[in-house]
């Protein structure tokens, strides 16, 4: 079974993921997983932070020789603006006199339900570990999950669908998908030019108000078979559980499979994917002209692209603070503000590609099983013979 967690602070010394349950013997590309981490650093609208950081995977365990080894993978990334921190978070009691408090939650934060969950008189610890710094630990591991998924032939990528009211009209095909992931800049992501200096246009807006911005980004799997998650059970079913992974990234909220959104205003026959028949392509012959299911239906992969959405409210620390509480005094105050981000669309969408990834490995390996890749290389090997013969 595939399971992971992450562990750090934001400015911490570093954040830790873990991922167990890959098969030995897949061969691990450290260059392409710092290229994963580099793509998730970059966007328009971007805080300086990101200057401070240069992302890469420190592997500690459970690959050797360039190829896992079966036993649970760890990966640690080193916060570079530790070094700034460490007499106000240190891991010792230290001097109180260096600690930074929060002294007012920003509405939309985790700060205030936080504070009064773990019973913390202000928001640092709070912060430290909300933050989206931690979505950096789950593309490394997610990075793991995609080249697994390439050697079953699936890969999985983003482009950024809106940036505020700047919303991509047209559909976006594979091709130009995979042209996206080669750019050597990364400006929002946007299959589409034009639309993209308009969204660009979007942010300096925002930036001069001192104000920030969501936006949508879209995930794409392609290759996928069909048979993987099941309706037999309400938590297997593959839609839910790409929601929730989606959804579990800092600052979505709301996740779309397909065009579920608009399918609730519209007529079946508008909405469902006439089926036909022709010489077997990929898997098997059943062909669909359109695929507004997202590749789901019942649960389960049909064997068209999976295609994710996640809708991201603005982030919350706002350079012109909304209205807020002192935590002391509770006296009304502006919401703290430290430097920040205005947008992280394109971000947030490379960390949705590793949530989706690390969900269809999990999906794949639950069907596939094997304990070497050779094993579970024959046993989904096995399974496409089954479709092309049915
Ligand atoms: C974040 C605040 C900013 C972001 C951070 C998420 O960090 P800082 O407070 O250090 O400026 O840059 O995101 C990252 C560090 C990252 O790697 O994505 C927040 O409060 O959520």
Same mark, same amino acid.
């Given at each position: ?23 030995? @013997? ?42 896992? $080894?079966?036993?649970? $993978?760890? $990966? ?15 891991? /010792? ?20 339900? @936080? ?37 079953? /032939? ?59 911005? /969501? ?11 069909? @048979? ?120 947030? @969408? ?41």
């Amino acid at each position: 079974m595939l399971r992971y967690f992450t562990a750090g602070e934001s400015h911490g010394e570093a954040l830790i993921a873990f991922l167990s349950g890959l098969p030995a @013997g897949l061969k691990v590309d450290q260059a392409f997983v710092d290229r994963e981490l580099w793509r998730r650093q970059q966007g328009y609208g971007r805080g300086g932070r990101m200057k401070i950081e240069r992302d890469k995977a420190h592997i500690l365990s459970g690959v050797r020789h360039g190829k896992t $080894i079966g036993s649970p $993978i760890s $990966i640690q990334l080193e916060n570079k603006d530790w070094k700034n921190w460490q007499e106000s978070l240190p891991v /010792g009691e230290g001097d109180p006199a260096h600690h930074k408090r929060v002294a007012s939650p920003r509405p939309g934060h985790a700060d205030l339900a @936080g504070a009064l969950k773990y019973n913390f008189p202000e928001a640092r610890y709070v912060l430290e570990r909300a933050s989206a710094r931690e979505s950096a630990a789950r593309v490394a591991i997610g990075a793991l999950a995609k080249t697994f998924l390439c050697e079953l /032939g699936i890969d999985v990528l983003i482009h950024v669908v809106a940036i505020g009211n700047v919303t991509m009209q047209q559909e976006v095909s594979w091709d130009a998908i995979q042209s996206l992931f080669h750019q050597e800049e990364i400006l929002l992501n946007c299959a589409h030019r034009e639309t993209e200096q308009q969204m660009k246009e979007e942010v300096d807006k925002v930036l001069r108000n001192g104000d920030s911005i /969501g936006g949508v980004f879209e995930v794409v799997a392609h290759g996928v078979p069909p @048979g993987l998650g099941t309706y037999a059970q309400w938590d297997e079913r593959l839609d839910a559980l790409l929601a929730a992974a989606v959804m579990s990234l800092q600052a979505v909220k709301a996740v779309e499979i397909g065009s579920g959104v608009s399918a609730a205003a519209s007529p079946g026959s508008a909405v469902h994917d006439e089926i036909g028949y022709g010489s077997p392509v990929n898997f098997t012959g059943f062909t669909r002209a359109r695929n507004n299911a997202g590749g789901i239906e019942g649960g389960v992969s049909n064997g068209e692209e999976i295609r994710v959405r996640g809708y991201l409210k603005p982030i919350s620390t706002l350079r012109r603070p909304l209205q807020s509480v002192d935590f002391s005094t509770r006296e009304p105050v502006s919401a703290a503000y430290e430097r920040s981000d205005v947008c992280v669309v394109p971000a947030a @969408g490379v960390a949705g590609e590793a949530m989706v990834a690390l969900t269809l490995a999990r999906c794949a390996l639950d069907k596939f099983g094997g304990d070497s890749m050779g094993e579970t290389l024959r046993n989904f090997q096995g399974y496409c013979v089954q479709l092309k013969n049915y």
